[in-house]
């Protein structure tokens, strides 16, 4: 009978312990969710800030590596981006993406410029609501866009027409294959390689045709080319997928002979040049472009003033061991 009353009197003493370190260890996280209601929010604890990243094309490489450097950026530095595109080109629907953007009040928008007036006025609109723009691979000059961020596209044009015209001695008879008629940095571009070969002698563009950034439209329109102008011996690419659709379109004509240079830095670029059916390619930084565009809106959010523009400088991508050769 002792020892059971001896049990029941331990058994109460242990209840009560636990009654008191429960209300202890109640008291103190109270005090604690306090403490932190009265201390400042670390910079982790932020919200994101949230960015919307409006691509040419969804899933071009190009815009897939561009994506990557932003969101690399971003991660660091309290953004989010969501990245947003048509599945093809289509300047129109770019335009309503932006406009949808634009309603859903993000932080900022990366955009590529069109170059319509249309867009000019959605990026006002942005501007006018606290939105800030930053144009990236093509610009929007007449807008009130922030910046541009990206490649200066006459002066990539204007390196393309020397490197064709060192390697193709002998062959100055050319064919072009762009983008997009419509796209603005495919234009200026042009406009530089135009340039570059006016005053040599025995360069002559003959045909100039768009693939509207498909490598199936490259190789249809280079095998039609270069059968309707046999005089042709060096085709020219301006997009990313224009080079590699170019061999098909090469193979297709039975045209082996035919020096193929192109643009950008992708798989089936570096396998033509290692197999020796490219000769080089003008070489733009996506993933620098995509982090830089990042950094500068960083800064803007600082309060710090941004430049007109920010170049991303070129390289070529050749047969020297695919080392590229930094551009001056």
């Known amino acids: 009978m002792r020892n059971r009353s001896w049990t029941l009197g331990l058994l109460g003493l242990f209840l009560v312990f636990c009654y008191v ?19 400042p929010r670390s910079e982790a604890q932020q919200p994101f800030k949230h960015i919307v ?3 040419q094309e969804l899933d071009n490489p190009f815009w897939r590596t561009v994506e ?14 969501d990245y947003l595109g048509p599945i093809r080109i289509n300047p129109t629907e770019q335009t309503s993406l932006l406009e949808k953007s634009i309603a859903a009040k993000p932080d900022a928008l990366l955009v590529q410029g069109i170059k319509e007036p249309q867009y000019d006025m959605l990026i006002s609109k942005a501007i006018d609501q606290g939105i800030p723009v930053i144009t990236l691979d093509a610009d929007e000059p007449d807008s009130r866009r922030l910046t541009y961020v990206g490649t200066d596209n006459r002066e990539a044009g204007r390196r393309m027409g020397e490197l064709v015209a060192g390697a193709a001695i002998g ?20 406009e530089g390689f135009r340039a570059a070969i006016a005053n040599m002698p025995y360069f002559e563009i ?30 020219v690419g301006f997009s990313s997928l224009d080079a590699a659709g170019i061999v098909e379109g090469v193979k297709a004509a039975h045209r082996d002979g035919t020096l193929v240079f192109g643009f950008d830095d992708i798989a089936a670029t570096r ?30 959010f600082k309060g710090a003033a941004l430049p007109q523009q920010h170049v991303i400088g070129t390289y070529i991508l050749d047969a020297t061991t695919l080392t590229p050769v930094s551009s001056p």
């Open 21 to 39: 370190m429960l209300q202890f260890l109640l008291s103190t996280a109270h005090i604690g969710q306090l403490v932190g209601q009265m201390e």
């Open 53 to 55: 990243l409006i691509a």
């Open 68 to 81: 990557k450097g932003a969101s690399e950026a971003a991660a660091s530095r309290g953004m989010k981006i």
């Open 171 to 190: 062959k100055g008879r050319i064919g072009v294959i762009i983008g997009s008629e419509q796209a603005e940095n495919q234009q200026q571009r042009l």
């Open 206 to 235: 003959i045909d100039i045709r768009a693939s509207n950034i498909s490598r199936i439209q490259a190789a249809k329109h280079t095998e039609a080319m270069l059968k309707q102008y046999p005089a042709i011996q060096t085709m």
């Open 271 to 300: 396998q033509g040049i290692r197999e020796g059916t490219i000769k080089a390619s003008i070489v733009q930084q996506p993933y620098e472009i995509g982090a830089v565009s990042v950094q500068l809106l960083d800064s803007y």
